[in-house]
């Protein structure tokens, strides 16, 4: 799977959008952007994936560049609960669909929100 | 209802005793993981099966040995436990078919060696 690199950490006011970058310029044509977080004490959660198309919903927003060598994922409106780590994944799902694959969790942005 | 749940969720025990941890999905996945969060804060996988298959041995040693009597289950036994086995240990499950491969975690348990 492609590495990714993300920043360390981010600051983010309440009722702000949060935007994270997540690098993922070796990614190959068949390979998704995962995006998990994990919350404090808890397991990972999963938050949306792509291809190359931008996708949204009810958590949040992927936006994928053209070259698919980065992507952001946006969290509209963050709240106190957003606060986590978040990991940007990029893995492959084979020609036939099916994966039994391993999610290759890196360091993730450690993503603050503040009152 | 929970969807993906472990127990126990703390785990304390003296080095060389062998313990199980044990987990269940409701989900009717086909596919369920195990994965290891050290101190660092690092997740790796450990092993994956499908339809109670062993799909994914990453490396483990042979002290730990998962076990899926059926589809909804997958138990992991640890074998003479090691100082360096204590972590965050951490069941999944997914569909495990293209774009729905999306993994659902379990709460985690943690595992104090002493």
């Known amino acids: 799977d492609a590495k990714t690199t993300q920043p360390t950490s981010m600051d983010c006011a309440e009722g702000r959008a949060a935007n994270l970058p997540c690098n993922h310029s070796?990614?190959?044509?068949?390979?998704?952007v995962y995006w998990y977080r994990q919350i404090h004490s808890q397991g990972p959660q999963y938050i949306i994936h792509g291809l190359k198309n931008n996708e949204t919903n009810e958590m949040a927003s992927l936006i994928i560049t053209e070259d698919r060598k980065s992507s952001t994922l946006i969290l509209p409106h963050a709240t106190l609960r957003d606060t986590a780590v978040y990991y940007c994944?990029?893995?492959?799902?084979?020609?036939?669909?099916?994966?039994?694959?391993?999610?290759?969790f890196g360091q993730g942005t450690i993503l603050t929100v503040h009152p | 209802d929970t969807a993906v749940s472990q127990t126990p969720k703390y785990l304390v025990t003296q080095m060389g005793n062998d313990k199980s941890i044990k987990c269940e999905q409701n989900l009717g996945h086909d596919t369920m993981y195990w994965y290891k969060q050290d101190s660092k804060k690092f997740l790796k996988i450990m092993f994956s099966?499908?339809?109670?298959?062993?799909?994914i041995n990453e490396t483990v040693p042979n002290r730990f040995s998962p076990k899926s009597p059926d589809k909804a289950h997958l138990n992991l036994h640890i074998n003479s436990l090691e100082l360096g086995d204590s972590a965050v240990y951490f069941c999944?499950?997914?569909?495990?078919?293209?774009?729905?491969?999306?993994?659902?975690f379990g709460p985690g348990t943690r595992l104090t060696v002493l």
């Open positions: 099966y499908n339809n109670k298959e062993l799909i």
């Open positions: 994944i990029v893995r492959f799902l084979n020609a036939g669909g099916t994966s039994y694959g391993k999610l290759t």
């Open positions: 999944a499950s997914s569909q495990g078919s293209g774009s729905k491969d999306t993994q659902y």
């Open positions: 070796t990614i190959s044509g068949n390979e998704y």
